[in-house]
């Protein structure tokens, strides 16, 4: 029976075009079919039209059918409502029974175990019985006019034009009906909007006039502007934080009353801000902070002996045992002993707890006598030990590549809040032989390290830097770690040790790391194929072999990402986000002579690199979004790198997350031309290393139905080196020339977005190649004389999340 429904299914969706949207309505229902908003001059039509409730359903072009429709009517068609009634009944009846067992004696492990199954099996029918079974949530059921829900938007549309300054505004709507189909048009007449004359504030409070008066400037409510609602409210909130922040703990924006006056021959209004004061009482109180009391309650009903009480910093300590650092826990408080209430100071108080680490939950509670406040901040110890594990698969070069992954976590090392991780990876990975061996090979990677993060600065070690850089949420690693890779042509291990610091702004916008010391002892072995490579490159001037020597890699690194808007969240906001990175390579190498350098038995670098990268994020409508990704990174050896820089410092172009009409690390560089195969096609076999990389992603995201989106894009790019390299003629960035160079790649996408993963698989099509002949670059028509286009203009690429 269940093979036989998803063989209908296929069946289905190959005769999805015969499906008309229209069959099967009854004489009185008709299909939204089209929905029109006329009149809008002066308003927001996007604004206007997020308040349709009856939007057509999206169809196939030229046809009366669609596909989330006809995978709806699937589902429909599949799901038996009274199957998952009955089969509630059986586990509402086994529930009760476990339950009344439950108290007269204890349950078993079992018993609890089938407990919590019956529980999230009802919970499970109930999502059935709701919203159907899977391809009813996945599909969308026909849009069937309402005029009473017509007549509702309606209404709401008028609504919204009155708080935004149409007071004289009309919204009608007519219907035509036609061969079952329905067009809806919204007829909207604005007519003048009012504009605000003049703003003002009237409080019997002078304290509260007073600091209204001093932060005027601050003012949300525009003269000479069009009203909007929104206005007044966020003034309205503005007002409140204010004060809350100036110690009127007790104080809401319920106080805060508009008195709109219009004068409808001008089309003016004034408004008048009016601060009312308090039914119990003359004036708003100001209060302020007494002595803090801390409390870190026991994890579990045990009771224990060694609970202590101690004063540090006029901090009253409450712990059920002595194993935590009140100078740590107290370098994240920031209410102090007789200063004025401050709400955003109890919050940043509240999350820089949160950021140790070492608390199950942080609540803040006061105590009030007359105008003093008492603080009380309440706290659990979070589990000592934490372990993940992993397992799952990543995609490189089109293969599956299986990972395994663990961590273990220990909070409160040295009971100092210090945190030590210690992470292992194991996996396999897709990647392409470079001595010319065809075919894909799986790569062998390894990874582990193990780290104490500090939750302060190091260096410097004065006792007042804690207090001082607290509310930045300081913190101090030191790691050891271990890499290994086993490809077709090398093995690759490196020792590293890094001290790094971090640190970010109060408000989350700005985080910055500092590599105080990143080192790296690099071993290989290569094969003889991938050796002879190399020495025949290094007789035709390309020293990329010294990448591969035992070497010892130190650097000094920096990074700071700004993220504008809560980037990443993507909703329906403008977002944006820069990441600038900085390296310095054997830095300490300036200061010693270099006899000293070619005396060692290990291969040194100095090498300079910065990258920056630009992402942002623009919705357009509420199903459509413009994302762009602007990427640029140099990288350059001097001194003792001989011209060559270490493997993994330089730059690739091409790849799922750059232009994605290339294989990973094979575009470039500049206009070199690879080597031919025998058909004629590009040989891109071998990865191609450049020092300068600019990339350009642009997107156009839309929704289709359900968890799908489809994108399409266009990513510009290519890498380039500093200096002419005689193994590829043309690799070298020149500024009159390197526009030409340009790659352009473009393409479509699909996207299933199911909230905690996001698949995605993108075609990209080679648009203009700067590996060929001037003139011949632009290759875009050839995808159209043939399937697919020629020989390696297509690639298809496979990835989890989205590309930027």
């Not at 207090?467 to 890779?485: I, Q, S």
Request: overall charge positive.
């Amino acid at each position: 029976m269940n093979k036989a429904k998803y063989i209908n299914f296929i069946l289905l969706l190959f005769l999805i075009s015969a499906c008309s949207l229209t069959k099967g309505l009854r004489n009185d229902q008709f299909l939204v079919n089209k929905v029109e908003i006329k009149g809008i001059k002066k308003s927001d039509k996007n604004a206007l039209a997020n308040l349709i409730q009856q939007n057509p359903n999206t169809r196939i072009p030229l046809l009366n059918t669609s596909v989330g429709v006809s995978i709806y009517r699937f589902g429909e068609w599949t799901f038996d409502s009274t199957k998952h009634e009955n089969k509630m009944i059986k586990l509402e009846a086994e529930k009760k029974v476990l339950s009344d067992l439950a108290l007269n004696e204890s349950l078993s492990n079992q018993q609890i175990k089938r407990f919590n199954k019956i529980n999230s099996q009802i919970s499970s029918i109930e999502k059935k019985l709701e919203y159907g079974n899977f391809f009813m949530r996945t599909g969308n059921p026909r849009v069937i006019y309402d005029s009473v829900i017509t007549r509702e938007t309606a209404r709401q549309m008028d609504f919204y034009l009155s708080n935004n300054g149409f007071f004289d505004s009309d919204v009608d709507f007519e219907v035509k009906k036609a061969k079952k189909l329905a067009k809806v048009t919204y007829l909207i007449t604005e007519n003048e909007p009012y504009i605000i004359d003049s703003f003002y504030t009237r409080s019997d409070d002078p304290e509260i006039y007073r600091l209204l008066e001093l932060n005027a400037s601050k003012v949300l409510i525009k003269s000479k502007s069009r009203y909007e609602q929104t206005q007044l409210t966020r003034e309205r909130q503005r007002v409140e934080d204010l004060l809350k922040e100036n110690g009127y703990y007790t104080f809401s924006k319920s106080y805060i009353e508009f008195n709109v006056y219009k004068d409808t021959v001008e089309k003016s209004l004034t408004i008048e801000q009016l601060i009312r004061k308090p039914s119990y009482e003359g004036n708003h109180r100001v209060y302020y902070f007494d002595s803090i009391q801390f409390f870190i309650e026991s994890p579990t009903d045990e009771f224990f002996e060694k609970e202590s009480k101690f004063t540090f910093r006029d901090i009253k300590f409450n712990i059920y045992n002595d194993k935590y650092s009140e100078k740590i826990i107290s370098s994240r408080i920031f209410i102090n002993k007789g200063d004025l209430y401050s709400r955003s100071e109890v919050l940043e108080t509240q999350r820089q707890l949160a950021n140790l680490d070492l608390f199950r939950f942080v609540n803040i509670a006061f105590d009030t006598v007359g105008n003093i406040l008492q603080p009380k901040i309440y706290t659990q110890p979070n589990q000592k030990y934490q372990i993940t594990n992993q397992l799952g698969a990543s995609i490189t070069e089109q293969i599956p590549g299986p990972f395994f992954s663990h961590s273990l976590r220990n909070r409160n090392l040295f009971r100092g809040a210090e945190i030590f991780e210690f992470n292992f990876r194991a996996g396999l990975e897709g990647v392409v032989s470079a001595t010319g061996e065809g075919g894909v090979f799986r790569s062998r990677e390894l990874n582990t390290s193990a780290s104490v993060i500090f939750p302060k600065f190091l260096f410097p070690l004065k006792i007042t830097s804690l207090e001082k850089f607290g509310r930045y949420n300081p913190r101090t690693r030191a790691l050891v770690g271990y890499n290994y890779v086993n490809r077709q042509e090398y093995t690759r291990e490196s020792l590293n040790g890094i001290l790094a610091y971090n640190w970010n702004t109060r408000n989350l916008k700005n985080q910055f790391t500092f590599n105080l010391l990143d080192a790296n002892f690099i071993r290989s072995s290569l094969n003889n194929d991938f050796r002879v490579l190399l020495e025949n490159l290094q007789n035709q001037g390309n020293n990329l072999i010294n990448s591969f020597l035992p070497s010892y890699v130190s650097s000094i690194s920096g990074q700071a990402i700004i993220n504008f808007n809560q980037y990443g969240i993507f909703n329906r906001t403008n977002a944006s986000l820069l990441r600038l990175f900085f390296e310095s390579g054997g830095s300490t190498l300036n200061f010693v002579k270099r006899d000293f350098v070619d005396r060692r038995s290990l291969a040194y670098f100095q090498f300079l690199k910065f990258q920056a990268d630009f992402r942002r994020y623009i919705p357009l409508t509420p199903k459509q979004t413009f994302a762009y990704r602007l990427n640029l990174g140099l990288a350059k050896p001097y001194g003792v790198s001989d011209g060559v820089l270490p493997y993994e410092k330089y730059f690739f172009a091409g790849g799922s997350t750059g232009i994605r009409a290339w294989q990973p690390r094979r575009l470039g560089p500049g206009s070199y031309t690879p080597d031919r195969n025998e058909d004629g096609s590009f040989d891109y076999r071998f990865e191609q290393p450049g020092e300068i990389l600019f990339e350009g992603m642009f997107e156009l995201r839309s929704k289709i139905y359900g968890y799908f989106d489809g994108v399409f894009f266009i990513d510009v790019g290519n890498s380039w080196t500093f200096a002419p390299d005689p193994t590829r003629p043309g690799a070298n960035f020149e500024i009159d020339k390197f526009y030409k160079d340009l790659a352009v790649g473009t393409g479509i996408g699909l996207r299933m977005d199911f909230d905690f993963l996001i698949l995605r698989l993108d075609m990209g099509v080679k648009a203009v190649d700067p590996a060929r002949v001037t003139g011949e670059r632009f290759i875009l028509g050839n995808f159209f004389n043939r399937f697919l286009g020629e020989k390696g203009q297509t690639v298809f690429n496979v990835g989890i999340g989205y590309p930027f």
